[in-house]
């Protein structure tokens, strides 16, 4: 199954805030202040500055661009984008306050111009690993795999072992139905990790693909490793009730299946399978109970895909 591409306020925020924090220099004014409680992981003080000094400033493109990160960072990219537009007015932005237009478009799902924004980057800042790795998210949502596999390999060049972009290569090989060489990206990626791993996503991908192959016995350790390192992740505890279902391991399929769904409430295709469970357990009246949730929430239009949270603070687009 492919990997979504969330975009929350802790995943590109993390790839561009080094960038963010060297703009707007000048000590002691409204716009430093901004700033650094933006460095700070706040948002909605800083809003309320930026647009007071921006009531008094309106031709600071500073801080029109500044606003528009917090307003990216507060999950708002049509407002975010407008700020950009208005300061860019008065100056060009520069290819970090670049990132955040293409990230707001991410969040847009519009990764058209996503591309065109993320390849300017590229254009003028051409040693940065993380523009190169996002480029490659990018590419790899508009089904372009080669040439995300030539972006990923591009910021490993810049940034060896360069885990997330190692990771992506192993998935955009399994989207080109190259089964092994999507193995050995994700076993890479576990390498590279050595014997303090961090980061979930190859131990998932790569327990993911083992069970797509039909070899569930394989997959349950990198599965485990896996939920063991981020164990709030719903997407995991979905994969290994699966695996457990294959295997006919119903109590352990159930117990997964309705963790999954105490971590994400709101996504039906986990209601649906857990149901599937309780109905082959003989539960018909919670299996009926989890099939009307389901019915409800697709009627109310919710997600049927289940949330993958990537690790905090990593430059990542998943």
């Given amino acids: 199954m492919k990997t979504s591409y969330r975009l929350t306020r802790n995943i590109l925020a993390a790839a561009?805030?080094?960038?963010v924090s060297a703009l707007c220099q000048t000590p002691a004014d409204p716009v430093a202040q901004a700033r650094s409680l933006l460095d700070a992981g706040k948002v909605e003080e800083p809003e309320a500055i930026l647009r007071a000094y921006i009531a008094k400033?309106?031709?600071s493109a500073d801080a029109h661009f500044l606003l528009g990160y917090a307003l990216f960072r507060d999950q708002k990219p049509t407002?975010?984008?407008a700020e950009f537009t208005a300061g860019a007015k008065f100056r060009r932005p520069r290819a970090g306050e670049l990132k955040i237009v293409a990230g707001d478009y991410v969040m847009l799902s519009d990764f058209s111009d996503a591309d065109k924004w993320f390849s300017q980057v590229v254009s003028e800042t051409p040693n940065d690993a993380d523009a190169w790795y996002l480029l490659g998210r990018t590419k790899y949502n508009e089904n372009?795999?080669?040439a995300a596999i030539s972006s990923f390999e591009h910021a490993l060049t810049l940034h060896p072992r360069y885990v997330e972009a190692e990771n992506n290569i192993g998935l955009c090989w399994k989207e080109l139905n190259d089964h092994d060489k999507a193995r050995a990206a994700f076993q890479t990626a576990i390498d590279w990790q050595g014997e303090t791993p961090a980061d979930a996503q190859p131990f998932l991908n790569l327990g993911t693909l083992l069970a797509d192959n039909n070899q569930g016995a394989d997959a349950i350790p990198y599965l485990t490793k896996a939920l063991a390192l981020s164990p709030k992740n719903p997407a995991i505890h979905e994969?290994?009730?699966k695996v457990y279902l294959a295997m006919?391991?119903?109590p352990e399929a159930q117990g997964e299946l309705e963790q999954a769904v105490t971590l994400s409430p709101?996504?039906?295709a986990l209601h649906y399978k857990l149901?599937?469970?309780l109905r082959k357990e003989g539960e018909e009246d919670r299996a009926q109970q989890e099939f009307a949730i389901c019915e409800k929430l697709n009627g109310a239009h919710s997600s049927s895909k289940t949330p993958n949270p990537p690790p905090p603070n990593k430059p990542d687009l998943r």
Avoid: V, W, Y
């Avoid at 561009?16 to 960038?19: A, E, P, W």
């Fill in 144 to 146: 372009e795999f080669a």
């Fill in 16 to 19: 561009i805030l080094c960038t």
């Fill in 239 to 241: 994969e290994l009730g």
């Fill in 275 to 277: 149901a599937q469970i």
């Fill in 248 to 250: 006919n391991k119903l």
């Fill in 266 to 268: 709101d996504t039906s």
């Fill in 79 to 81: 407002e975010s984008l």
């Fill in 57 to 59: 400033n309106p031709s």
